[in-house]
């Protein structure tokens, strides 16, 4: 079956626009997973849905970051007056079993570059 | 000091050569051990999972975890160049410590040639 899906692939932005950025899990899987992965750095945790609800969001960087998950499923990640320092590649991974138990499965990712 | 060190590299060796590649931790509570493999342009993709301490084997790789050293390695024998990649080790505390969400390492880039 499919795996997870990100959308866009690559995104250029310029200092100040917000951006959203959207994750598509496999279907079924009931947890959902953002991460940041900055060149060089390993993967940073930024917020863990269960269902539609958010039980950990301490990894988001500060109130310019958001999040949402609708029907269980598609999650979007929305940026704010995006910076320079926000440029990364933004990882989703899915699980079956959640908090972080079940294996997780990565997206592509979406490349984000703010000028 | 990060909670997870990991060397960047990149480790360059000649194919059919055994690879070593290390994390260390600073975290007690952490007690399940992941080892990720990541192509260029792609997601992470979970190569081995181990918990406590002891090894692991899986065909070419071998996972170990020295929790007294806090210390934890992945093997690869007979290293292929389709084995170049980045190899990002992970782990996470668990119930007891809190959080199952892992906590990742930098990543070690490897290229082996032919």
């Known amino acids: 079956g499919a795996g997870v899906s990100q959308s866009p692939s690559n995104k250029v932005t310029e200092k100040g626009k917000d951006v959203e950025l959207r994750c598509d899990p496999i279907s079924g899987h009931t947890a959902l997973y953002w991460y940041r992965q900055s060149l060089g750095q390993g993967l940073e945790f930024l917020i863990y849905f269960q269902g539609n609800s958010a039980p950990d969001k301490s990894g988001l960087p500060s109130d310019r970051f958001s999040a949402e998950r609708t029907g269980g499923s598609v999650s979007t990640l929305t940026i704010q007056r995006t910076q320079q320092e926000d440029s990364a590649v933004y990882l989703c991974a899915s699980s079956l079993v959640g908090a972080g138990i079940g294996e997780q499965f990565f997206g592509p990712g979406t490349r984000l570059t703010v000028l | 000091q990060k909670e997870v060190e990991q060397d960047p590299g990149p480790l360059s060796v000649p194919e059919g050569a055994i690879v070593s590649l290390n994390c260390t931790y600073s975290n007690s509570a952490f007690q399940y051990f992941m080892w990720y493999r990541q192509y260029s342009r792609k997601g992470p993709e979970l190569l081995m999972y181990?918990?406590?301490?002891g090894n692991k084997e899986d065909g070419r790789f071998t996972a170990q975890v020295d929790k007294s050293s806090k210390y934890i390695s992945l093997f690869i024998r007979d290293s292929q160049p389709s084995d170049s990649a980045t190899y990002l080790c992970a782990m996470s505390a668990g119930a007891s410590g809190g959080s199952y969400i892992p906590t990742f390492g930098r990543g070690t880039s490897l290229i082996v040639h032919p």
């Open positions: 181990t918990y406590s301490s």
